[in-house]
């Protein structure tokens, strides 16, 4: 089992830019697709972000272009930057781990705890 720690999220406002981290211990990171998910206040979690183990890249929704997802097999982490932060965008900020490349919760084995971002207007 991987232990995943989100850091990096914070009160920002609009139009801002942010860069949330995620570093893994306890497992083979390069063998995992890694993902990133958010839930905002009184909605379910949703899909953010996908890298696979060879670097392609899936996006949820309208957020390619302004999210970026890439990761640093060296240092064991996984990025998420944000640009033009809408206050839609405030949430609590998941990284999982997979080992099949897959956009739905169900097919992440390892969860971290969360990393808050708001967003005021």
């Known amino acids: 089992q991987v232990q995943l720690v989100e850091s990096g999220g914070s009160l920002v406002q609009a139009g801002d830019s942010l860069r949330l981290s995620c570093t893994a211990s306890?497992?083979?990171?390069?063998?995992?697709?890694m993902g990133w998910f958010r839930q905002a206040p009184g909605k379910e979690r949703e899909f953010v972000a996908l890298i696979l183990w060879n670097g392609d890249t899936t996006y949820g929704g309208s957020l390619r272009g302004r999210f970026t997802i890439s990761r640093d097999n060296r240092k064991n982490t996984v990025y998420l930057q944000m640009n033009s932060l809408k206050p839609e965008d405030t949430g609590v900020y998941y990284c999982a781990a997979a080992g099949l490349a897959t956009t739905r919760e169900e097919g992440f084995h390892s969860w971290g705890q969360g990393t808050h971002v708001t967003v005021s207007s």
């Open positions: 306890g497992g083979t990171f390069a063998d995992y697709a």
